[in-house]
């Protein structure tokens, strides 16, 4: 059987399945002559909606068949065999699905086409409800209460009330995969099954035959001192549409839009004729068969300020003259004499300039002077946030004002603000440190009269022990469901050390692990040594 005939009844079967068309997806399913274990599978998800428990366990068993390491397929089929009491076989296929999870927490299918996530403690969930059927109470007490230590998703409070059902002898009811969530093929496939015509139609270029109609080109035109801009047909290149008639949502994910309503093209149609569009600032979707197009014009007035993309006009004759100095002989400015006594000016007053009757009179006197211009000057702060801000504060300004002002530029409370900047030469930030009224002041790292520094915001941990922190040297991409997202700058509370490469940690409200390589101990210093003695003492203490 080819490929494209198994593609297209396996789209076809899943088309049915979305208006619950059951039977017409088996009839489509029955169709393939090689099926494959995902086919199988959704055969089997099939006669389970229709209540056929039979058909289903043995389509079931086809599919393990066809791939006898397919959690998902051991899973459901432990649940059938629960429900026609056969509990050895339920118990043994939990068994083999927990074996099959190879150690992970979860198995996320969606790669392979099925909307799904198979949680480890969702196995040991249908374990236990095996176990209640056996009226070994305590086995699936002892089963419930390892399950209830699995991290997981979704899993809310059904283990909760597992417990409290068995201490009850209550029988759980088994958990399957839902109804009509089945193994959809890859929509790149499904779009290449499309008959396409890769050459083309053929056009006349050139015909000796007088007045030939032929298309392809536009006829020439004289040619208009200026910028030349092709025709464009509006309607055609637009991406904006307009509804014939009133249409009213009959389906989830589709918009009611009034008539006449304006909604612009997001994506094109697909093979049932929905396209996807923006209207009123949602997202949904629409059928084509009431859009049509609309002109998009540009008024006159707008079209003569906008800047043509053609070619420009050729240059003049003349040069355009240069604009000429206002005074064309302006005083030299006095030379200042130092004498030998007198330090050179600082670089504040280097950066700040004082007016120009000052200039004549800078005498011995001259530290007095600059430490007068570092009182009255200012610096620019830049502060990298989820957006950037700049701000202007007196360069003597100590640490602690500067966050306050800080926070109230950003609307955030001022004791869950960091910030940190980079020193000259580095790309490590360091924290600033010293956030008192005797802190140092802004002149200590204002390079240039500008300070950038990144800000972030800390959420409170609670019932968690903090270690220590961290600050991320660089951006690090969770690789799993465990890991710890992060980008450069972050501070990273230290929870708990996996090995010596890994490290458990919160960032940002989110809990996992990450490299310790990734970042660095805040408040260490370059001495290898010294940072060692601190480690030692701190761990020394806990």
């Known amino acids: 059987m080819l490929y494209t005939e198994l593609l297209e009844l396996w789209d076809e079967s899943v088309q049915a399945m979305n208006i619950k068309d059951w039977q017409g997806a088996l009839n489509k399913l029955e169709q393939i002559t090689e099926p494959t274990s995902r086919t199988l599978f959704n055969t089997a998800s099939a006669h389970l909606a229709l209540g056929q428990l039979d058909l289903a366990l043995q389509a079931?068993?086809?599919?393990?068949?066809?791939?006898?390491?397919?959690?998902?397929?051991?899973?459901?089929?432990?649940?059938?065999?629960?429900?026609?009491?056969?509990?050895?076989?339920?118990?043994?296929?939990?068994?083999?699905?927990?074996?099959?999870?190879?150690?992970?927490?979860?198995?996320?299918y969606r790669q392979l086409g099925l909307q799904f996530k198979l949680y480890s403690w969702q196995v040991l969930y249908n374990t236990a409800a095996v176990y209640c059927r056996m009226g070994q109470w305590d086995q699936a007490n002892k089963v419930l209460l390892s399950a209830n230590q699995e991290r997981g998703g979704s899993?809310?409070?059904?283990?909760?009330?597992?417990?409290?059902?068995?201490?009850?002898?209550?029988?759980?009811?088994?958990?399957?995969v839902p109804g009509g969530v089945v193994f959809r093929p890859k929509k790149e496939d499904v779009e290449q099954l499309q008959q396409r015509d890769f050459l083309g139609k053929a056009k006349v270029i050139s015909s000796m035959i007088p007045n030939d109609d032929f298309g392809g080109f536009e006829p020439l035109r004289p040619q208009k001192p200026g910028f030349y801009e092709p025709k464009v047909d509006g309607a055609r290149d637009s991406r904006y549409m307009r509804l014939s008639v009133p249409y009213v949502a009959q389906e989830q994910g589709h918009l009611t839009v009034p008539r006449g309503a304006v909604v612009f093209i997001l994506a094109e149609e697909d093979r049932d004729g929905i396209a996807t569009v923006i209207y009123d600032g949602q997202r949904g979707l629409l059928p084509v068969s009431v859009l049509e197009p609309i002109d998009v014009r540009i008024?006159?007035?707008?079209?003569?300020?906008?800047?043509?993309?053609?070619?420009?006009?050729?240059?003049?004759?003349?040069?355009?003259?240069?604009?000429r100095p206002p005074n064309p002989n302006p005083a030299p400015p006095p030379r200042v004499q130092f004498t030998s006594g007198s330090p050179p000016p600082s670089y504040t007053t280097a950066t700040h300039k004082s007016p120009a009757s000052e200039l004549p009179n800078i005498t011995s006197n001259q530290t007095a002077s600059s430490a007068h211009l570092q009182d009255v000057g200012s610096v620019v702060v830049k502060v990298h946030y989820t957006y950037t801000v700049a701000l202007s504060v007196p360069l003597n300004a100590p640490y602690h004002e500067v966050k306050e002002q800080i926070a109230h530029k950003l609307g955030q409370p001022t004791n869950q603000l960091r910030l940190r900047h980079k020193p000259h030469g580095s790309q490590v930030l360091i924290p600033l440190n010293g956030e008192v009224e005797s802190g140092p002041m802004m002149q200590d790292v204002a390079e240039g009269g500008r300070v950038t520094l990144w800000c972030q915001k800390e959420d409170p941990l609670t019932n968690y022990t903090i270690l220590y922190q961290m600050v991320a040297l660089y951006d690090y991409?969770?690789?799993?469901?465990?890991?710890?997202?992060?980008?450069?700058?972050?501070?990273?509370?230290?929870?708990?050390?996996?090995?010596?490469?890994?490290?458990?940690?919160?960032?940002?409200?989110?809990?996992?692990i990450f490299p310790s390589s990734f970042a660095y101990r805040e408040n260490a210093n370059i001495n290898r040594g010294q940072a060692k003695e601190e480690d030692d003492l701190q761990y020394s203490s806990i």
Do not use: Y
């Open 60 to 108: 079931l068993d086809l599919t393990i068949c066809k791939d006898e390491r397919l959690a998902i397929a051991f899973f459901q089929r432990g649940a059938v065999m629960m429900q026609i009491d056969r509990l050895e076989e339920a118990l043994s296929d939990c068994i083999w699905a927990q074996e099959h999870m190879r150690g992970n927490v979860v198995i996320d």
């Open 477 to 512: 991409m969770a690789q799993g469901p465990e890991d710890l997202e992060f980008s450069e700058g972050d501070t990273i509370d230290i929870l708990g050390e996996v090995n010596e490469e890994w490290l458990e940690g919160h960032c940002a409200g989110t809990t996992g």
């Open 155 to 176: 899993r809310g409070g059904n283990i909760e009330v597992a417990l409290d059902n068995i201490l009850r002898k209550e029988v759980l009811a088994p958990v399957l």
């Open 299 to 323: 008024s006159k007035g707008k079209k003569e300020n906008k800047f043509p993309n053609g070619i420009p006009f050729p240059p003049g004759l003349m040069p355009p003259t240069r604009p």
